[in-house]
Nanobody
């Protein structure tokens, strides 16, 4: 059974940090491009960051570049999103997704995914 389970969300003050994790099971992580997406109330889902199969190539949306870092540990079946200098506009539900036949840029731009997690809430507020 394929599963992607996100964790690490929560309430944080502006300027704070959070580290999201996405643990996958039921498929071989190293054969999939992985992406983090987010959706705020009343807004469309957007690609935040995506990473290629080996972890050597990453893509970031302009709004998070320099603040967020995506990484993956295929041996642990886990993908991470380190989020620093958080802003209120980062508030959203964050989802991880896996896509087999793609690149990290295509995945983030198109929002396509073969498998999706259920999401974790991130709230940035004072």
């Amino acid at each position: 059974q394929v599963q992607l389970v996100e964790s690490g969300g929560g309430l944080v003050q502006p300027g704070g940090s959070l580290r999201l994790s996405c643990v996958v099971s039921g498929f071989s992580l190293n054969t999939y491009v992985i992406g983090w997406f987010r959706q705020a109330p009343g807004k469309e889902r957007e690609g935040v960051s995506c990473i290629n199969r080996g972890g050597s190539i990453t893509y970031y949306a302009g709004s998070v570049k320099g603040r967020f870092t995506i990484s993956r540990d295929n041996a642990k079946n886990t993908v991470y999103l380190q989020m620093n200098s958080l802003k209120p506009e980062d508030t959203a539900v964050y989802y991880c997704a896996a896509l087999r036949y793609s690149t990290e840029q295509v995945m983030c731009h198109t929002g396509r995914g073969d498998y999706w997690g259920r999401g974790t809430q991130v709230t940035v507020s004072s």
